[in-house]
């Protein structure tokens, strides 16, 4: 077994090379990153999160992550599709957060999106989980190299494609790839790392909401 982009910790388990040895960033990689995620709160969350996290690191996000869900009420999309310009100008003055304002303005503007989504689909988590790509798209064995390589793929273009034909901001390839990744539509854990099973044994458990 090739430990290669793996990391040994001090509990002695191998992990992913990209948690490091921050503590947040190990429990994230342990107990969220690559676990199938149907609930539309945090499905929302996630899409706004990985938008702010353009041209900055997943930590700087996660780190922040409790101060954007004061910001944001909780990423409740009926909450947030009612911000209007004073709730703009209170975010982009709140130091514990991103303050860029298309980012800000996209997070609002997509809450009403996912609103529709759920009018048509039942719940954005219906809607995002039919770009789950098939095995056929999927390398038989994930190392280091075939990872390194995927910074988007064929189902994380057609589900960017998708997202703004209906409005969506801030949704890229790149972008809608992050969010496969770490909402278990895809298990990018590496071959050899110690959460991959139980990464697996979740996938396999998980009902696809339909």
Not at 150 to 170: D, V
Not at 188 to 195: A, I, N, Q, R, Y
Request: aromatic share 10%.
């Amino acid at each position: 077994m090739s430990t290669e982009g793996l990391r040994a910790h001090a509990d002695g388990a191998l992990r992913c090379w990209w948690c490091g040895d921050d503590p947040g960033y190990v429990a994230y990689h342990d107990e969220e990153w690559g676990r199938p995620v149907a609930d539309d709160v945090r499905l929302y969350e996630k899409l706004c999160l990985e938008g702010f996290q353009s041209g900055l690191s997943w930590l700087t996000i996660l780190r922040k992550r409790e101060a954007f869900r004061r910001a944001f009420a909780g990423f409740d999309p009926a909450k947030v599709a009612r911000f209007g310009a004073r709730d703009v100008e209170r975010l982009l003055g709140d130091a514990s957060i991103v303050r860029h304002r298309g980012k800000i303005e996209a997070a609002i503007h997509n809450a009403g999106r996912v609103l529709e989504l759920v009018e048509e689909h039942g719940s954005l988590s219906a809607f995002v989980w039919r770009f789950e790509p098939p095995a056929s798209e999927r390398p038989r064995e994930l190392s280091f190299a075939a990872l390194s390589k995927m910074g988007q793929t064929p189902a994380s273009a057609r589900l960017s494609k998708a997202l703004r034909a209906r409005g969506f901001r801030f949704v890229g390839p790149t972008t809608a790839y992050a969010f496969m990744q770490a909402m278990g539509l895809v298990d990018d854990h590496l071959g050899g790392c110690s959460v991959r099973p139980e990464v697996e044994a979740a996938r396999a458990a998980f009902a696809r909401p339909r």
